[in-house]
């Protein structure tokens, strides 16, 4: 919902000034004097010896440059900044893939405002002219060394983050900016922001991916918290300038005071007419975080043939052998194998293009696994024993990745090396692990079971956890039935590497599907509360069929001791409410006319998502039909979900969609329109009488939520773009899934070719 502040009554602003507002830059005519401008700031901060001394700080900074001014304005004016953006602007909660915040327009808008407006905004006004003036420019460029600045370019809105509110990792590359800046105003801003209440900038070395294209490693290397009147700005570098904004996990609504308010946006490269014009570099060294999105590849595996035979994918109209049975039903809960139950299935597949089953797993797996994740999150410090904390980025993994460095208040410039309690025993710092002190007796339950699970990135397309591979020196067991295996996650390896990546269950899908697996790509993965996600990617050129096993507990419902242990009646809460994120989406993809700089959640035309990719046809040696590598007969629809004999076969909707259409722009290109004051403005600019279909207002195709023993089947058209959300820190435990993607193709029909060659003419 839209969170607003109230605000007293002030004058309506005309469709015409909403619409010259979105499309005109705004121009400096009435320019304050200059010692008014000196005057706004902290004493000191322009002076000679004072720039100098940030500069050498910028130059020396690490894991990228940057500068930390701990007070820029001065005092009193910046807490009347605060009060009139608390009372007189409007805040919206905007939220996407990347990120979660409530925030205003744009305030370069200011300058259309008229007297009476203005009257409402005086120093917020005076904070901005200073910040855009012709001298603080001056003093941006003699510490960073990044060359000529715009005066006519602003680009800045105030943005409030409450409780869940959060920016993911990104590198800010857009455009033409130039320099990326912070200023802080924590509420309550008399009291120090605590450093658990989260809000922390994060920021992350990088190295060379497997392109050798630097990317950012998965654990950022510092974290400044928020603290009042502070400053931070940095050179926007393509696959350099990592950052995010960890999560706030206090101020829930606003109701306790507790916010990471601030100011935030960027400095542009002068424009053109500007002094210091430069034409801008057609192909830029390296790719911004936004374009390696948009180039993400799976690796698929082939399934395992003998040498001597040619693969031969199993075609929908067989039957599973008696070995696929005997096989599946040691995994499978043996109503999905029924012949019958399978053929009604693949009829709704074949018309919605996405199901869910529940209770899909054995009910031995199913009734050990539940139990023992929840006690894995609870040793590894993830469990409902946090109350809401952002965990350590070590939390659950390897012992081996490298703590984050943070920022001391007392000496910006300088780290300090925190240390993190391990549940393995010992302590992890940046200086390595530091072993643990002895004990007497036996060791905590924990240590007896050394992490399975590593980091997964690069964290400006996702971070998530998988399984380590097995040590070669570790003892081959086998164990049946795999429910005996006291480790969870070796059930979860199981399933990875025997049932999702084995040729019955290769040939169950082609049944339930009616189309052809032909290589495959399967992890099991954990979402960490408050640290894990994917952003969202697609497939350009060829359809997928996703297969995704929802792994996550149910949260346990609260029990009314007084009425013998009764559960107590209540609303939803947690995943099923959407209010710890970790939801499966898919999204439209966005029109080829939108601004490549500006990635829109927006309108869109249903004909864009039913598009195909060109067809590749195949002999299938001796079947019946062709094989047709990379398309499909369906794509992710507008139909409404269906019942099929108790199992849920899900459409696409739009009416769970989590992603915002009208966003701000923000580090990561996402973006709206709204008013100078906060209201959201005109859907269409050039005709606001064109009245646009709620269907095509939102981009949401599919959101699922996470469940336990839940299997998802989506035949995701090429384009459609998919993420899970951001797991929020106030989840109670990890996200888990098995997840499998597949390469596919389906069986023509005869005559089939002869139709669509008399389509074409």
């Known amino acids: ?129 200073a910040l855009y003036s012709t001298k603080f420019r001056a003093f941006l460029q003699a510490v960073t060394g990044c060359g000529p600045l715009s005066g006519i370019k602003q680009d800045m809105s105030v943005n409030s983050y409450t409780k869940g509110c959060h920016l993911l990792n990104h590198d800010d590359v857009i455009g033409t900016r130039r320099v990326s800046y912070i200023l802080y105003m924590p509420l309550p801003n008399y009291q120090l922001w605590q450093r658990d209440w989260g809000g922390a900038l994060e920021l992350y070395p990088t190295k060379l991916g497997p392109e050798g294209v630097p990317e950012p490693e998965c654990v950022p290397s510092k974290s400044v918290p928020p603290s009042w009147n502070q400053f931070i700005f940095f050179e926007v570098q393509p696959g350099r300038s990592f950052h995010s904004v960890e999560e706030v996990v206090v101020g829930s609504g606003g109701e306790d ?169 010992g302590t992890l710092s940046a200086n390595g692990l530091i072993p643990p002190t002895p004990t007497i007796g036996p060791l905590p339950a924990a240590s007896k079971l050394p992490s399975a699970w590593t980091l997964k990135g690069p964290p400006h397309k996702w971070r998530y956890c998988t399984l380590l591979p097995p040590s070669p020196s570790a003892p081959a067991l086998s164990i049946t039935p795999i429910s005996a295996h006291p480790n969870p996650s070796e059930i979860l390896r199981k399933l990875q590497d025997e049932l999702f990546s084995s040729q019955a269950f290769r040939a169950w899908l082609s049944i339930v599907s009616r189309l052809l697996p032909l290589r495959h790509f399967v992890e099991a993965r954990r979402f960490r509360p408050g640290l894990d996600y994917t952003l969202a990617t697609s497939e350009e050129s060829e359809a ?60 869109y035309k249903k004909s864009d998502v039913l598009a195909h990719g060109n067809k590749k046809t195949t002999d299938t040696n001796g079947a019946n039909g062709q094989l047709v590598n990379g398309t499909n007969g369906h794509s992710v629809n507008g139909t409404n979900g269906h019942s099929v004999n108790g199992h849920t076969a899900n459409g696409v909707n739009g009416e769970n969609g989590k992603t915002n259409g009208h966003a701000e722009v923000n580090g990561n290109g996402r973006h709206s329109t709204t008013s100078p004051l906060g209201s959201p403005a005109a859907a269409n600019e050039e005709d606001e009488s064109m009245e646009v279909d709620d269907d095509e207002e939102d981009s949401t195709l599919l959101t699922v939520q996470p469940g336990f023993n839940r299997l998802l089947l989506v035949l995701r058209d090429e384009r459609v773009m998919r993420f899970v959300k951001y797991v929020s820190a106030a989840a109670e435990g990890s996200r888990w899934d098995v997840c499998a993607e597949f390469e596919v193709g389906m069986v023509q029909e005869e005559g089939d070719d002869d139709d669509a060659d008399d389509d074409d003419q």
């Open 1 to 129: 919902m839209a969170r607003t502040h109230s605000r007293p009554s002030s004058p309506e602003l005309s469709a015409s000034l909403l619409k010259r507002i979105k499309i005109s830059h705004p121009t400096l005519n009435d320019k304050p004097p200059a010692d008014e401008i000196t005057a706004a700031f902290a004493s000191g901060l322009l002076e000679p010896s004072n720039v100098a001394k940030l500069h050498k700080s910028y130059l020396e900074s690490e894991p990228f440059r940057y500068t930390r001014v701990p007070k820029l304005f001065q005092d009193d004016l910046l807490k009347k900044v605060k009060d009139e953006c608390l009372g007189e602007l409007s805040f919206t909660e905007k939220e996407t893939d990347i990120y979660k915040v409530n925030q205003t327009g744009d305030l370069a808008s200011l300058n259309y405002l008229d007297s009476s407006q203005l009257s409402l905004l005086p120093n917020l006004l005076k904070l901005r002219d």
């Open 257 to 425: 005071g507790r916010e990471r308010l601030s100011i935030s946006g960027w400095f542009h490269a002068a424009q053109e007419g500007e002094e210091g014009y430069v034409k801008p570099v057609d192909e830029p060294e390296y790719k911004s975080s936004r374009e390696q999105l948009a180039n993400t590849q799976t690796a698929f595996k082939s399934y395992n043939t003998s040498q001597s035979t040619i693969d031969k994918p199993p075609l929908p109209d067989a039957q599973l052998s008696e070995e696929d049975l005997t096989f599946l039903s040691e995994f499978i809960n043996p109503v999905y194998l029924q012949p019958r139950t399978m053929q009604s299935l693949a009829s709704r597949f074949v018309e919605e293009s996405s199901l869910e089953l529940h209770s899909f797993l054995a009910n031995h797996i199913a009734e050990a696994l539940e139990p023992r994740l929840r006690e894995l999150d609870a040793q590894d410090g993830l469990g409902p024993e946090r109350n809401g904390k952002v965990p350590p980025h070590c939390s659950g993994v390897d012992a081996t990745n490298p703590d984050v460095v943070s920022v001391d208040d007392a000496n910006p410039f300088h780290l300090t090396t925190p240390t993190t309690p391990l549940p393995l025993g």
């Open 544 to 603: 997928r069929l996703d297969v995704v096993l929802g792994l996550t507990p149910e949260v346990k419902e609260e029990v009314d001791n007084s009425r013998r242990g009764e559960p107590v009646a209540s609303a939803p809460r947690g995943w099923s409410a959407a209010e710890w994120g970790g939801w499966e989406c898919y999204m439209a993809p966005h029109n080829e006319e939108d601004d490549p700089a500006v990635y829109r959640a927006g309108t």
